[in-house]
């Protein structure tokens, strides 16, 4: 069965460090993987997405991998503000264009 | 800048009635979806909606629930009989997607309590 797995339920760092997030997935082959951010109550927003032929993209201080060998993406922030505490979601698009989306990683950057 | 928006942002409701959440997409996105989150658990995909008809939808989407795009603008997920375990988080998301843009916008969500 298709399965979508982020390396871990938290990541506590240090503010100015690089966290780094893993999405692994299994049975997909997808078109395209995205991350989102999640606050608290409220809904998921897009921060990037990288397509099945591209190995690396990057926004400021995001950066996200894409390994389609081994079917897995790491998603980087480097420079970790306290304000980037949230939750981190890998989210895939197969070609019916839906998302499905892993369970997420919650960050704390502590000050 | 444009957003989706849901009404109502909270509702409560007995179980066995029926509701309905309203959204409001991004108005020239072509594709529109329903997500639930049930508390602590991860964003779990309902239906897609595109060209006035549902495109696809997930097993949870059973026959009490139905979605609507009535005007042109609106979209709605009614629930018809609801039940304890309908209680979660529900986002409603819009997108360009297949127009060279992917992403999904998403809602604040509205969050159903079922007692």
């Known amino acids: 069965s298709q399965k979508i797995e982020q390396n871990s339920e938290a990541l506590n760092i240090q503010e100015g460090k690089t966290a780094t997030l893993t999405c692994n997935y299994t049975n997909y082959s997808p078109a395209y993987l995205q991350w989102y951010r999640q606050d608290p109550g409220r809904g998921p927003v897009f921060l990037l997405l990288?397509?099945?032929?591209?190995k690396e993209k990057r926004k400021e201080r995001l950066k996200v991998t894409f390994d389609t060998t081994l079917k897995q993406s790491l998603f980087h922030i480097t420079a970790s503000q306290p304000a980037d505490s949230a939750t981190y979601l890998c989210?895939?698009?197969?070609?019916?264009?839906?998302?499905?989306f892993g369970s997420g990683t919650r960050l704390l950057v502590r000050p | 800048e444009p957003e989706v928006t849901q009404t109502p942002s909270h509702q409560v409701t007995q179980m066995g009635q029926e509701v309905i959440l309203r959204c409001v997409p991004i108005s020239n996105h072509l594709y529109f979806y329903w997500y639930r989150q049930i508390l602590g658990q991860k964003v779990e995909f309902l239906v897609s909606f595109y060209n006035n008809e549902i495109s696809e939808k997930s097993e949870i989407f059973d026959d009490q629930f139905s979605v609507e795009r009535p005007d042109g603008s609106n979209f709605t997920l009614k629930i018809r009989s609801t039940k304890l375990e309908d209680s979660a988080m529900y986002f409603c998301?819009?997108?360009?997607?297949?127009?060279?843009?992917?992403?999904?916008?998403f809602g604040q969500g509205t969050r159903l309590t079922v007692v």
């Open positions: 990288i397509r099945e032929n591209e």
């Open positions: 989210a895939l698009m197969d070609s019916s264009y839906k998302l499905i």
């Open positions: 998301a819009s997108g360009r997607i297949g127009s060279g843009d992917t992403e999904a916008f």
